[in-house]
């Protein structure tokens, strides 16, 4: 039987968001099941207005105000079926935590999501920017995503095709943002294990020991503990900004006038490091009243208490500003801000 949904008004976010904003919802409910999302439906038919799903809110910028109905996603459930003899299907409801599904895929002898350990969030925000860290995005893991489609009233699975995926982008994000709410993720795992080790960093971290699926897991998370701050402690939304992709003629332009340049080859052109671009402008460490450049890396805004969404654009206004003057390249913010 369906659980009757619980509406409040006027309810705080601020532990609800990493960044720490104090932001408050106009009305809040939460979502055990799938099938409560046709009472959500029906509720907002009756009363119109804006809808912001919320999974742990790592990739989210808040105002004070949050207008219209906030609805936490809290689906659980992990369900297990072969999908060949090298493939295990694995489907995961939206409301389960990232990394733990990651460590207990692992504990099951599944193998493919170890270089994502660590990334806070839920399973059904994962798709949203199609997640990825060293070397590996979710899109490369899945086999369906399971979604309510809010046009067409009904559950239904979309293809990964179907998700139009790119880098830290999807259907989801960009496409049609308020058509789909995510109910599970379906994953193919795979039975052996096979290590994705092309980034510099990790495989540093490794070192020469053999290669598991656990020491990847295990020295993913240490790294990422050494460079980045741990939300429950300094408020962030990780990565502020998306790494820039410029064509192949102002990558060359650039090299020529930087030579220590980081950039990698895209289908587009060539992936800027837009963590490097900021700190060569000096700006690790820098702050503007309540928000600062993360000192150890300068990707991440961080918040240094009582930051408000204001706050927050104005730095990476600023880091904007720098980052173009100098190299002529415009930064793009990762998080969504709502509204
Ligand atoms: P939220 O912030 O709650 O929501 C994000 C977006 O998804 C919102 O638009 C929301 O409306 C939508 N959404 C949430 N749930 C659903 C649903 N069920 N159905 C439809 N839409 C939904 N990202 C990476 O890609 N790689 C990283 O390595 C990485 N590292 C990070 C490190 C730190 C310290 C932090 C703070 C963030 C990092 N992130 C990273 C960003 C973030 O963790 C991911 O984007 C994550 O998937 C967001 O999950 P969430 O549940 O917190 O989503
Ligand atoms: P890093 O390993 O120091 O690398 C710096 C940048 O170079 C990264 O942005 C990465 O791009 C790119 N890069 C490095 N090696 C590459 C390769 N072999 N091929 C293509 N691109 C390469 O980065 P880091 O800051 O320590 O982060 C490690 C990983 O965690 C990265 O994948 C990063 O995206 C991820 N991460 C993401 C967030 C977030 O909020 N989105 C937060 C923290 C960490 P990519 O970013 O495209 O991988």
């Not at 999974?55 to 105002?63: E, F, R, Y």
């Not at 590996?136 to 559950?155: G, N, P, T």
């Not at 880091?319 to 913010?333: A, D, K, S, T």
């Amino acid at each position: 039987m369906t659980d009757s949904l619980q509406l409040r008004s006027e309810y705080p976010l601020q532990e609800l968001n990493t960044f720490g904003l104090p932001a408050v919802a106009e009305y809040y409910t939460e979502i055990h099941a799938a099938d409560q999302l046709e009472q959500l439906e029906q509720w907002l038919k009756r009363h119109p207005m804006p809808l912001l799903l919320l999974g742990g809110g790592s990739n989210l910028v808040l105002a004070d105000r949050v207008p219209g109905l906030v609805a936490r996603i809290l689906i659980r459930g992990w369900h297990r079926s072969d999908l060949s003899a090298s493939h295990v299907r694995l489907r995961v409801g939206a409301g389960e935590n990232w990394h733990a599904t990651v460590e207990k895929s692992i504990e099951q002898g599944l193998y493919g999501l170890e270089n994502l350990a660590l990334i806070p969030g839920t399973v059904g925000a994962a798709p949203v920017q199609n997640i990825g860290a060293y070397g590996v995005e979710l899109k490369d893991r899945i086999s369906a995503v399971e979604v309510f489609d809010r046009q067409e009233q009904c559950l239904r699975d979309l293809s990964p095709e179907a998700c139009r995926f790119g880098y830290r982008d999807s259907l989801f994000k960009s496409i049609e943002p308020e058509r789909y709410i995510i109910t599970a993720v379906e994953f193919s795992l795979a039975r052996q294990f096979t290590a994705e080790l092309s980034y510099a960093g990790l495989r540093e971290g490794l070192g020469h020991d053999p290669v598991t699926p656990k020491r990847v897991f295990d020295t993913v998370c240490r790294i990422r503990r050494e460079k980045l701050p741990d939300p429950t402690e300094i408020g962030n939304a990780g990565s502020f900004f998306k790494n820039p992709v410029v064509s192949a003629d102002l990558y060359q332009q650039l090299k020529h006038r930087f030579e220590s340049l980081v950039a990698y080859p895209d289908t587009d052109g060539y992936k800027l490091a837009a963590g490097w671009l900021i700190d060569q402008c000096g700006l690790k460490g820098f702050s503007l009243e309540h928000v600062g450049v993360y000192p150890r890396q300068a990707l991440v805004l961080v918040n240094l208490g009582a930051a408000r969404r204001e706050d927050i654009e104005r730095l990476a206004r600023h880091v904007q500003q720098m980052v173009q003057e100098r190299f002529g390249v415009r930064l793009e913010p990762e998080p969504r801000f709502y509204p």
